[in-house]
C-alpha cells in the first residue's frame, strides 16, 4: 500500500514514515507543506494520504484544504487527516460529501500504534476512521427534545463505535457480544433516531455524524 505523508514537524513526519515503513506500507512521499503534497500526489499516486491539518504558511488549514482538493481531483485517493486539538466544524467539512476513504484522528492516538495502523488501513481500504473524542464530544452536545435520550446505555456505547467507523464485527469483539447482537442493537438505533439504514459501513458513519452536529 502506497501512502503519501504531509507533516510539518520533521520529527513527526519521520517517525510517521518509520512507524508505516515498518509495518510494511509503501511510504512514497514525505512532504513539509500542502505545495510539496499536491506535487508528490501527482508525481507518485499514492493509495492514501497523511495530512496535518495545519501546513505552512499560515498554519490555519492549508492541509485540510489540500485534503479536500485532492479527493476531487483523484477520487480514490484515502485521505486520513490529522490534528493536534478537537476541531469538530474542520472535521466535518471533510467529511461533508463522503465518508468513505476519509479518517479525522488526534495526533495523540499516534502512539497507540496498532490503532493508528488500523485506522490507516481501514481508510486506504474505503472505510471511515473518526476519533473517538470528537465523537464524544458531538455526543456531549445537547438539544431539546434529544433523541439521543431514549436511547440505552448499551445502545450509546453502539452508537459512539458506529461513529468512529467501527464495522458490525469490530463493534461485537470491542463489547463482546454476537454480530446478531450488533445488528439489533444499530437497528434499534436507526429506528429511534429516524436514520436510514445504509447498507455502507462510511455512509453509515457519515449519516450517524451528520445527525450528531444538527
Known amino acids: 500500500m502506497r501512502v503519501g505523508i504531509a507533516e510539518d514537524s520533521v520529527l513527526l513526519r519521520e517517525g ?7 509495518a510494511g506500507f509503501d ?3 514525505r512532504c513539509g507543506d500542502a505545495v ?37 481531483a483523484y477520487p480514490g485517493l484515502a485521505v486520513l487527516v490529522l490534528s493536534q486539538y ?6 466535518m467539512s471533510l467529511l461533508a460529501d463522503s465518508a468513505d476513504g476519509v479518517g479525522y484522528l488526534l495526533k495523540d492516538r499516534i502512539s497507540n500504534v496498532p490503532e493508528f495502523l488500523a485506522a490507516v488501513r481501514r481508510v ?18 445537547r438539544r431539546r427534545d434529544d433523541p439521543l435520550a431514549a436511547l440505552t446505555p448499551r445502545e450509546r456505547e453502539v452508537l459512539t463505535l458506529m461513529a468512529e467507523g467501527t464495522s458490525n464485527q469490530g463493534i461485537a469483539d470491542r463489547l463482546v457480544i454476537t454480530l446478531r447482537a450488533v445488528e439489533k442493537y444499530v437497528s434499534s438505533i436507526f429506528g429511534k433516531l429516524g ?3 445504509t447498507g ?13 452536529r444538527r
Not at 472505510?127 to 452536545?141: E, F
Not at 455502507?200 to 450528531?212: D, G, K, N, Q, Y
Open 86 to 91: 478537537v476541531e469538530v466544524g474542520l472535521a
Open 36 to 72: 510539496q503534497l499536491r506535487a508528490a500526489v501527482r508525481a507518485a499516486v499514492p493509495d492514501v494520504v497523511i495530512v496535518d491539518i495545519r501546513l505552512p504558511p499560515t498554519h490555519t488549514d492549508e492541509g485540510l484544504r489540500a485534503a479536500i482538493e485532492l479527493r476531487a
Open 27 to 29: 511510504v512514497v512521499a
Open 195 to 197: 436514520l436510514p439504514a
Open 124 to 141: 486506504a481500504a474505503g472505510g471511515s476512521a473518526v476519533d473517538p473524542i470528537i465523537v464524544a464530544t458531538l455526543l456531549s452536545r
Open 200 to 212: 455502507s459501513e462510511s455512509r453509515r458513519v457519515l449519516a450517524v455524524l451528520l445527525f450528531l
Open 16 to 22: 510517521i514514515g518509520r512507524l508505516l515503513a515498518d
